[in-house]
């Protein structure tokens, strides 16, 4: 079989793994990075792309997005959202496991993956449930959905809110090298909460979730990842005080992780403001000094990664009363440009920050190959143009769903190109057509 060729020419290469800013080629030979030089000479079957005004980034990876295969496939479907990952440059993403039924044994592991792989788009990497059924009670069987390709375990969607199975999660996992992925949430004091607790919520009559619902099983899970020496990764961090918790739990050596949500470091509970159900997500929007507790935990490294809890769903479950609506959001084709214009233009992060934090370390925090352009990584490679203004538009997402509460939103920075596996699947300049089209299969 003939080698699968291509060379981007011309691009300022981001690599924080080996940290490399300068304008170089980059030759990607049989699904693998080949070799980082000026003026690199390819023979003539090579495909050979200008990448110059662009940045050329490792793949970004979501370790945190809702694909809701099966059982939920009227909101999305693996392939519609890997399709709607690429198009926002991702390469690879982590399925979570609360769909219906949940992805809670290695035969349904092995279907997200063989999904995953059928799609032919991001990678699709599965997230094995916790608990049987989700339900708090057992321990799934956690090595067999690790053979099966399961690169985590999650609850996500509900907390574990037995301390005991939490610690038995944590000294299991160990055992395969993977980490327990935590929804932080103490349901005796979020109790059908549908918005932070606060001066917002009093204002609209709304029932509000304090932000120690969130802090509490925070604090009980990093004493639990001390105790056990567990790896331990905690989802959208949303307060001030969960962000010092993980700071402080770092210093004494806590083998912990943490990520933020785009909506999380851009927006504040005032977004909900006028029953905006676009804008309900669990932990809900916090006031601006916990945003900017956020923020500053992204650039100081307390939280490791950003990721999207891309959450879709459709038009009309979120076209009912506020506090009957679903959680949740829709992330995957607006992160990158929320992350250049409220991250790297406001000065919270640099260019090659940003690119840490979207792709290097959450490769390292779940072990996943890319995140990297070293000779012999992974051909995963993303192209963005750090400069390029668009307007959100939902209508024109490659994702089924349509509930973002950035519609009319300015942004700046936009994938051009994106690679996986040395193949080139998301081409800007060819438009959005082919993407849809692909993402509406198996609908």
Not at 57 to 65: E, N, R, T
Not at 86 to 114: H, S
Not at 382 to 390: L, N, V
């Amino acid at each position: 079989m003939a080698e699968r060729t291509i060379v981007l020419k011309g691009g300022r290469v981001i690599d924080p793994s080996q940290g490399i800013d300068q304008v170089v080629d980059l030759l990607l030979v049989d699904g693998a990075v080949a070799e980082l030089g000026t003026d690199i000479q390819a023979g003539g079957d090579a495909e050979v792309r200008d990448v110059s005004g662009l940045v050329v980034a490792p793949g970004l990876i979501d370790l945190h997005v809702h694909l809701r295969q099966p059982g939920g496939e009227h909101k999305e479907t693996i392939t519609s959202g890997a399709w709607s990952a690429v198009v926002g440059g991702f390469t690879a993403v982590c399925a979570m496991p609360n769909t219906e039924p949940p992805i809670d044994d290695p035969a349904a592991v092995g279907y997200v993956a063989a999904q995953g792989r059928r799609a032919g788009a991001a990678r699709v990497y599965p997230v094995g449930a916790v608990s049987v059924g989700q339900k708090g009670e057992r321990l799934a069987l956690v090595g067999e959905m690790v053979d099966a390709g399961a690169v985590a375990i999650s609850d996500d969607g509900r907390p574990v809110s037995d301390s005991g199975l939490m610690r038995l999660a944590l000294q299991y996992t160990d055992t395969f090298g993977i980490p327990v992925a935590s929804h932080c949430e103490d349901l005796s004091l979020s109790r059908n909460g549908s918005m932070h607790e606060g001066i917002v919520a009093t204002r609209l009559g709304i029932t509000g979730i304090p932000s120690a619902a969130e802090e509490a099983m925070l604090a009980r899970d990093l004493l639990l990842a001390q105790l056990t020496g567990g790896r331990l990764h905690v989802q959208h961090v949303s307060t001030r005080y969960g962000a010092e918790l993980i700071r402080n739990a770092k210093a004494r050596g806590v083998q912990v992780t943490a990520e933020a949500t785009p909506h999380h470091f851009t927006l504040t509970h005032e977004a909900v403001i006028g029953y905006r159900t676009d804008a309900k997500v669990n932990p809900p929007l916090r006031p601006a000094d916990d945003m900017e507790a956020i923020r500053e935990g992204l650039r100081d490294g307390t939280l490791d990664c950003i990721a999207t809890d891309h959450a879709p769903h459709h038009y009309d479950e979120k076209e009912q009363a506020f506090e009957d609506a679903p959680f949740g959001l829709v992330g995957l084709e607006t992160a990158l440009g929320l992350g250049i214009t409220e991250l790297v233009e406001k000065g919270v992060l640099g260019l090659s920050e940003l690119v840490e934090r979207m792709s290097t370390a959450p490769a390292r925090a779940f072990n996943l190959p890319g995140g990297s352009l070293r000779v012999g990584a992974p051909a995963d490679v993303t192209a963005f143009d750090p400069a390029e203004q668009w307007t959100v538009d939902p209508e024109r997402f490659v994702s089924k769903s349509r509930n973002t509460p950035f519609t009319g939103r300015q942004l700046k920075g936009r994938a051009r190109l994106t690679v996986v596996g040395g193949r080139v699947v998301w081409d800007a300049d060819q438009g959005l057509d082919h993407a849809r089209q692909q993402a509406r299969k198996n609908a």
